[in-house]
């Protein structure tokens, strides 16, 4: 599918399949084609919507800074989903993509009818711990600004988060990683970070028992902060499912894709069922 215009900003786009709409967004420094394998999975039952996101790859990178905080990012998502012409979706992300969907479900309910959120993090609740990850996080945009491209993916792969990929990803799928993180632009990444980043979005934790919708939480089990989060945000959300994924880490969607993959289907199958 082209590009699709949402209020002058490019995004590229790719909906396959036909029936309820499940949009799949991707994380940081990655692209829409991460979720290719959950698309051949979905694709038979649901019409998947795939992205990638304000700021990644081959969707625009405006100047302005307003274009990438979480208000905005919410309700340009929720307005291309209508100009493709679905009232909801589900909405399933992973890290960056999983904070978003939940925004979108606690910011605009009716826009939809599940969420699947992987290594998702609902903010951070204390004011000066905010602050400090925003300081963090303006330090990184300004290295993305100051070093290039190429030193930011060297300093981001070499990260203990991604140990678990090192160890399970077969050196093919890693060379792939590496050149889908070289294929960013600095300058969106680092407004990515500044509109989007832990530090300036906004905590929902308080939030979360309004989001009565089915939510299923996911984790890998080695990635120890996203199972503690997604067990805290299931203590919280209503109708909440969560599932652990044993030998995954940081992006269990590509190191155990299969178990994954049937885990989404099988919640959104009965999400539909219950809908």
């Given at each position: 599918?082209?590009?699709?215009?949402?209020?002058?900003?490019?995004?590229?786009?790719?909906?396959?399949?036909?029936?309820?709409?499940?949009?799949?967004?991707?994380?940081?420094?990655?692209?829409?084609?991460?979720?290719?394998?959950?698309?051949?999975?979905?694709?038979?039952?649901?019409?998947?919507?795939?992205?990638?996101?304000?700021?990644?790859?081959?969707?625009?990178?405006?100047?302005?800074?307003?274009?990438?905080?979480?208000?905005?990012?919410?309700?340009?998502?929720?307005?291309?989903?209508?100009?493709?012409?679905?009232?909801?979706?589900?909405?399933?992300?992973?890290g960056l993509g999983?904070?978003?969907?939940?925004?979108?479900?606690?910011?605009?309910?009716?826009?939809?009818?599940?969420?699947?959120?992987?290594?998702?993090?609902?903010?951070?609740?204390?004011?000066?711990?905010?602050?400090?990850?925003?300081?963090?996080?303006?330090?990184?945009?300004?290295?993305?600004?100051?070093?290039?491209?190429?030193?930011?993916?060297?300093?981001?792969?070499?990260?203990?988060?991604?140990?678990?990929?090192?160890?399970?990803?077969?050196?093919?799928?890693?060379?792939?990683?590496?050149?889908?993180?070289?294929?960013?632009?600095?300058?969106?990444?680092?407004?990515?970070?500044?509109?989007?980043?832990?530090?300036?979005?906004?905590?929902?934790?308080?939030?979360?028992?309004?989001?009565?919708?089915?939510?299923?939480?996911?984790?890998?089990?080695?990635?120890?902060?996203?199972?503690?989060?997604?067990?805290?945000?299931?203590?919280?959300?209503?109708?909440?499912?969560?599932?652990?994924?044993?030998?995954?880490?940081?992006?269990?969607?590509?190191?155990?894709?299969?178990?994954?993959n049937e885990a989404?289907?099988?919640?959104?199958?009965?999400?539909?069922?219950?809908?």
């Amino acid at each position: 599918m082209p590009y699709i215009e949402v209020d002058g900003l490019p995004l590229m786009v790719d909906k396959i399949g036909k029936g309820p709409a499940v949009v799949l967004l991707h994380g940081f420094a990655s692209e829409g084609r991460t979720f290719r394998p959950l698309v051949w999975t979905l694709d038979r039952e649901f019409a998947t919507i795939s992205l990638d996101l304000v700021g990644h790859n081959t969707s625009g990178s405006p100047i302005a800074l307003t274009r990438y905080e979480m208000p905005r990012v919410v309700d340009d998502l929720v307005a291309l989903i209508h100009t493709l012409g679905f009232e909801r979706a589900a909405w399933v992300g992973h890290g960056l993509g999983g904070n978003i969907a939940l925004q979108v479900a606690v910011r605009h309910p009716e826009a939809a009818w599940a969420i699947a959120l992987e290594a998702t993090s609902p903010g951070i609740q204390d004011a000066e711990a905010r602050a400090r990850q925003r300081a963090e996080d303006e330090a990184l945009a300004a290295r993305l600004e100051t070093n290039g491209l190429s030193a930011f993916v060297d300093e981001w792969e070499a990260l203990p988060i991604w140990e678990s990929q090192r160890r399970v990803l077969s050196p093919q799928q890693l060379e792939a990683l590496h050149i889908e993180r070289l294929s960013q632009r600095a300058k969106g990444l680092a407004n990515v970070v500044r509109g989007m980043g832990l530090g300036a979005q906004e905590w929902v934790g308080d939030r979360l028992p309004q989001v009565t919708i089915p939510a299923l939480l996911l984790a890998g089990s080695l990635d120890t902060a996203a199972c503690e989060a997604a067990r805290g945000m299931s203590a919280s959300l209503p109708n909440a499912t969560l599932t652990i994924l044993e030998g995954a880490g940081h992006t269990a969607h590509l190191e155990q894709p299969e178990a994954f993959n049937e885990a989404v289907l099988a919640f959104l199958r009965e999400a539909v069922a219950r809908d």
